[in-house]
């Protein structure tokens, strides 16, 4: 019997939304109350939840083999993995999340050398003094807990580093960002020695293609329609597609079946055109995974 790949699962705010990538991708986690070793409809996994922080120290111990955490929990920890897979999705939405700092609106400070002796609060700690250090600017940092940005409305900091994505939490406690230290993402992560492990590094390899054929396939719809052959030329211009269009022609007319793939973003002004050009019939449906 091969050995199973230990892999973590974040646990926190992206566990809800990687358990559902995961059975976009073909694999049922199911979490069991309290347990931290949920089951999974795989025998060549084995999985362990653990909290997205401490993942890649997990990972480079060879605790766990594989794993999903930030780029910046792994700055944080400074980490010797294997990167093996980008993979942008949270809890909110698909952007990249970024660790700004920020100050309050009324604040004196426009930049980042303006802090310059003054305290900042933060939960990514170690990077975070790395990061002043190498600019050379003398800031006294200290971890926060939660509710950073609440430390600087209480006045327990002058500023604070902090992650966003949509910027609503900053702007409603009445800061302002002043500078972007780093943009952050999921990553798909491996121990060294793992990754040299023919089987194991086969498994993660499948793991990371499917995730990306998910998160691909939630930007993407296909779409089907019928059109005349004398409406051809001018719907194949409107037609953006990740290769040419699969055009077949109906039994016994003249007639044609076409059908694409498109962004989902473009796709509600899209059907309309279509339909102006000469389309009928026009189904829309979503894609579970684009490969």
Request: overall charge negative; charged content about 25%; proline content about 3%.
């Amino acid at each position: 019997m091969k050995e199973r790949l230990k892999l973590g699962i974040p646990k926190g705010s992206l566990q809800n939304a990687t358990i559902k990538l995961f059975k976009r991708s073909g694999w049922n986690i199911n979490v069991n109350g309290r347990s931290y070793f949920p089951e999974i409809n795989d025998d060549s996994i084995e999985c362990a939840i653990c909290r997205a922080q401490e993942m890649s120290r997990y990972v480079e111990s060879g605790t766990l083999d594989a794993g999903l955490t930030g780029k910046d929990w792994i700055a944080e920890n400074n980490s010797d993995i294997h990167m093996v897979a980008d993979l942008v999705y949270s809890k909110v939405s698909s952007r990249q999340a970024r660790w700004v700092v920020a100050v309050p609106f009324e604040s004196e400070v426009q930049k980042i050398e303006d802090l310059e002796g003054k305290k900042i609060a933060t939960e990514l700690l170690q990077f975070t003094k790395r990061y002043f250090e190498e600019r050379n600017i003398t800031v006294t940092i200290e971890f926060s807990w939660g509710a950073t940005e609440a430390k600087v409305v209480s006045g327990l900091a002058d500023a604070v580093v902090e992650v966003t994505e949509t910027e609503s939490t900053i702007k409603a406690h009445g800061l302002r960002i002043i500078h972007e230290m780093m943009k952050t993402n999921t990553q798909l992560i491996a121990n060294h020695d793992v990754w040299k492990n023919p089987e194991k590094r086969e498994k993660i390899e499948q793991i990371a293609l499917l995730l990306k054929g998910a998160l691909l396939g939630e930007k993407l719809v296909g779409l089907k329609m019928n059109v005349p052959e004398e409406k051809m030329n001018g719907v194949m211009e409107l037609l953006p597609s990740l290769n040419a269009p699969t055009v077949s022609p109906l039994y016994n007319s003249n007639w044609f079946a076409v059908e694409i793939i498109v962004g989902i973003d473009v796709v509600r002004d899209l059907i309309p055109e279509l339909l102006k050009k000469g389309a009928e019939g026009i189904i829309e449906y979503p894609l579970n995974k684009v490969v």
